[in-house]
């Protein structure tokens, strides 16, 4: 027998499902995830996962938990105060599901630790909350040729969208280079609903598990927005750029780079 | 216990709904097509859901045998894979 009896029970909804079934349930137990930030979208999407039964989950944050992050962080509790976040993540994947492996990686990721981190995932989901980062992921990622869950919230509002190599536009096709240090605030000077963020990590999650099962549409060649308080979602379609930096027919970007981030966003 | 040429037998007594058509599931996905496999189980609510599941994936039912102890046993044929 494939699975144990408590696997079964605990996996059934999934392997009842004539898409996902025995074989999807054994791809996401052999499958390995990188959760970059473990913040309001790392967090749904951490705990989503380990609940599926993902084999392997790296999470990475630098970032101890501070109070104000409870109001949307939901992997960390008002006990997890003061505790590196990656570690108190590990605890809340690990209170959810024992059977699978979380891989703490307390750093900030950077040009220089971005290629070794990401190597040893299948996928990555960027759950940070700056742009210097999602450019940072999001070069890594095409070049290294790795799928991922591109997301950012502020205020009532959402968007994400997912790179899969050969198919449709990478981050950088549809936003060229981040904007002015101020021009866009923060959440943390601008403010988000706790709820924004559990719902597009939890589409962040919904991505991965469709990619690793192998079944669905992926929201690749789209940019998936979402707006709170008009209740509305809308699909942007979003070809890929010939002439994109780093994933275009002649890229400029050949090895990842650091944008200089604001004081402000690198404590966030 | 059943008089029926099978490959291989699962026992799903031992689990209640919806786990009895997942063990089923789990155990059918370990044969190759066309493949026969006999399933024990309570007669009841599983003897009620279960072939009607597994005739949902695809596979061909040949047989349900009273084995006179409170279960039964389905004897189930495997369709093509992805049916």
Known sequence: MIFSNAQMERYSRHIILKEVGVKGQKRLMESRVL??????????????LAAAGVG????????????SNLQRQVLHGAADVGKPKVDSAREAMEAVNPDIKVN???????????????????????????????????????????PFSHAGII??????MTYVPGAGPCYRCVFETPPPPDAVPTCRQAGVIGAVAGVIGSLQAMEAVKYI???GQLLTGSLLTYDALAMEFRKLKLPRR??????GDSPSIVKPFDYEATVCEVSL | ?????????VDITDVVCPVTFVKAKVAMEELEEGQVISIRMNEGEPVQNVPRSIKDEGHQILKLIDNKDGTCSLIVRKGREDA
């Open chain 1, 242 to 247: 010939d002439d994109c930096a780093v994933c």
């Open chain 1, 104 to 146: 703490a990686h307390r750093i900030f990721v950077n040009a220089n630790n971005v290629l070794d981190l990401i190597e040893n995932y299948d996928f990555v989901i960027d759950g940070t909350d700056n742009f210097p980062a999602k450019f940072l992921i999001n070069d890594a990622c095409v070049l290294a040729r790795k």
């Open chain 1, 155 to 160: 205020r009532f509002q959402g968007q994400l």
């Open chain 1, 56 to 67: 392997v989950i790296g999470i990475a944050d630098a970032d101890a938990v501070d109070l």
């Open chain 2, 1 to 9: 216990m059943p008089e029926y040429p099978v490959d291989e037998s």
């Open chain 1, 213 to 215: 099962v192998g079944i």
């Open chain 1, 35 to 48: 959760i970059v930030g473990a913040g309001g979208l790392g967090s749904p999407a951490a705990l989503y």
